[in-house]
T-cell receptor
């Protein structure tokens, strides 16, 4: 299947700092990528839909100023957690579609474990 | 919006036995139903999917069935092996503009006992 790469896989930061997570589609172009958050032993919670060249669409309850999303190219979307606090510690996962249309499969990155001290 | 329920939350089977995980969905407009396997500390991996124009799909030891009338779909794993142990998520999807948006089930922790 298609490959989606996330970096970094693990990051530890101090409270108040900002952290950037990258999501890349390695062998296909993705006009749309999705960002999820997953708590321990829980399902994936959609945070936002990232559209190439336009503003991201955030789910209800997700602070757009806290979680900045940029999708500057067809193969790269970034999630920046600004002024991180311990409650932002979580597993963040991105996904991308292999097709520009609605018929494509979604493939997921390996996830990024964020720990805020 | 779509709501997906998944059962059971945990499942233990002996190696070689079969495992079945069931999901129901609420939105009759959903037309794509993937299943994902997630190992500890990793992202979900697509293992099989089915579209609404098909009732059953099989890939080696894994099969998925879909009942559109009842709005439920199931994952079947035969001849289970210890490496099948993981969390499995079902999902239902509808078309939203230019891309799919998935609604996930709550997950099933499958443990295959050697």
């Amino acid at each position: 299947g298609a490959v989606v790469s996330q970096h970094p896989s693990r990051v530890i930061c101090k409270s108040g700092t900002s952290v950037k997570i990258e999501c890349r589609s390695l062998d296909f172009q993705a006009t749309t990528m999705f960002w999820y958050r997953q708590f321990p032993k829980k399902s994936l919670m959609l945070m936002a839909t990232s559209n190439e060249g336009s503003k991201a669409t955030y789910e209800q309850g997700v602070e757009k100023d806290k979680f900045l999303i940029n999708h500057a190219s067809l193969t790269l979307s970034t999630l920046t957690v600004t002024s991180a606090h311990p409650e932002d510690s979580s597993f963040y996962i991105c996904s991308a579609s292999t097709s520009g249309g609605a018929g494509g499969e979604l493939f997921f990155g390996e996830g990024s474990r964020l720990t805020v001290l | 919006g779509e709501n997906v329920e998944q059962h059971p939350s945990t499942l233990s089977v002996q190696e070689g036995d079969s495992a079945v995980i069931k999901c129901t969905y609420s939105d009759s407009a959903s037309n794509y139903f993937p299943w994902y396997k997630q190992e500890l500390g990793k992202g979900p991996q697509l293992i099989i999917d089915i579209r609404s124009n098909v009732g059953e799909k099989k890939d080696q030891r894994i099969a998925v069935t879909l009942n559109k009338t009842a709005k439920h779909f199931s994952l079947h794993i035969t001849e289970t092996q210890p490496e099948d142990s993981a969390v499995y998520f079902c999902a239902a999807s509808f078309s939203s503009g230019s891309a799919r948006q998935l609604t996930f089930g709550s997950g099933t922790q499958l443990t295959v006992l050697p």
